[in-house]
């Protein structure tokens, strides 16, 4: 069961990471003209986007790490 967390943990560690390099490049890549109707830019729209999908994936390997600790201190 363990191997089974841990390698969850290391994909959502994974997703961590993609979400936080999309949010750099559309950091980079941000155009001031590109606005919609409301005056918010699609640069800025993907950045909250995958700001919250990191905040999520992150969410998600401290619960599996917490998780992954409670099975091993219950092994011991």
Known sequence: MSYV??????LAA???VYAL???LIAF???EPEDVDAEGVT???KKQN???FARV???ALAVILVALLLLLAGGQS
């Open 5 to 10: 967390l841990i390698l969850l943990i290391l």
């Open 14 to 16: 994974g997703a961590v």
């Open 21 to 23: 390099v999309r949010g």
């Open 28 to 30: 980079v890549n941000m």
């Open 42 to 44: 699609a640069s800025h």
């Open 49 to 51: 986007e995958m700001m």
């Open 56 to 58: 999520k994936y992150q």
